[in-house]
């Protein structure tokens, strides 16, 4: 701006000092020339006249020449545009899973933290820090982004219960709790029964107190509540005995047992047979099957479902047995 100012001044005195010359008859001191006019005429040149690095104007603050491409003349500042530039703020979200079993009154406390954040990019004429043009001027540029942190939050979260809680001694239930911004929340992913949640806390602490409202849901049945006993064979026949941990816990319901017999490929096993059985809830199972074989190393692997009114009605992989080699 002070260049152009301190053009516009020279400009105007020259055309004063012309109107004082000419002062020596009133006539010509009549016909001078209108200063304001005069200094309109001299900024509307300037504008379509900027100087010899092209003609499209300048762009934003004075002293900063665009030329339509962010870019300066070897003899101007960095670029105006792009120079910086900023991101809408982006607020990040810490979350932590909490499992909790029917004999804990409440869960462990975490320690949760979330981060307000722009995404900050200067940009730099590679021209410019190359010496001001010296050695041709090549119209590139480069950028330099990165993170900043705006403020940050952070509170410890925890769970308590309150009433009474009856799990199976298996049976995990998992929430899951989170911080985005100042705002703390709790989702409830596996829970035995429908809470009523009150909040409470401060700006560094949150604890949820959980109720239980109505009657416990069935939750998922043990991977483990089946273990192997015996697996024996005799010609193409087989037998396999499972052990029933739970048995107590599904007294008067039903099982479902799906037995695959595998020979050993590798790091997987190909089917051979595959068989389902069905039994009232015991501590002992014992299943019979025949199946077609080949020489190498054979194992049984077992899926079950638990049906009645403690487990849901899922099936659940269980495990495998020893092997027994066929030459």
């Not at 001078?32 to 005069?38: N, R």
């Not at 004429?125 to 939050?153: L, Q």
């Not at 829970?191 to 009657?215: I, K, S």
């Amino acid at each position: 701006m002070a260049g152009k100012a301190i053009l516009i001044s020279a400009s105007l005195m020259a055309a004063v000092s012309l109107g004082f010359a000419a002062d020596n008859s009133d006539q010509q001191f009549n016909k001078q020339a209108d200063v304001s006019k005069m200094v309109g005429d001299i900024r509307s040149a300037e504008h379509r006249n900027p100087g010899h690095y092209g003609d499209h104007g300048y762009y934003g603050d004075p002293g900063y020449y665009h030329d339509g491409r962010g870019y300066l003349g070897p003899h101007y500042p960095r670029p105006h545009y792009p120079r910086h530039t900023e991101s809408f703020p982006t607020t990040s979200t810490d979350c932590e899973d909490l499992y909790v079993t029917g004999g804990e009154m409440q869960s462990r406390s975490v320690f949760l933290t979330s981060v307000e954040t722009i995404r900050v990019c200067d940009y730099y004429d590679d021209d410019y820090d190359r010496g001001h043009g010296r050695g041709g001027y090549n119209r590139g540029y480069y950028e330099n982004c990165y993170d900043r942190t705006i403020r940050s939050y952070s509170k410890n979260a925890r769970i308590l219960f309150s009433g009474q809680r009856n799990l199976n001694p298996w049976e995990t239930e998992k929430f899951r709790v989170c911080l985005n911004g100042n705002n703390a929340s709790l989702d409830q992913r596996i829970p035995a029964y429908n809470y009523v949640v009150n909040t409470y806390g401060g700006y560094e602490d949150v604890e949820y107190q959980l109720t239980p409202a109505g009657m416990k849901k069935p939750m998922k049945a043990d991977p483990n509540g089946l273990s192997a006993g015996s697996f024996t064979r005799d010609g193409n026949s087989f037998q396999l005995a499972l052990y029933d941990k739970w048995a107590e816990y599904y007294k008067g319901e039903k099982i479902q047992i799906t037995i695959q017999l595998r020979r050993q490929k590798g790091d997987s096993g190909s089917l051979f047979k595959e068989q389902t059985f069905e039994f009232d809830t015991a501590s002992q199972y014992s299943m019979d099957f025949t199946s077609d074989i080949k020489p190498g190393q054979f194992y049984a692997q077992w899926y079950f479902i638990r049906i009645g009114q403690v487990s849901t009605r899922e099936q659940v992989e269980g495990g495998k047995s020893g092997f027994i080699q066929i030459p």
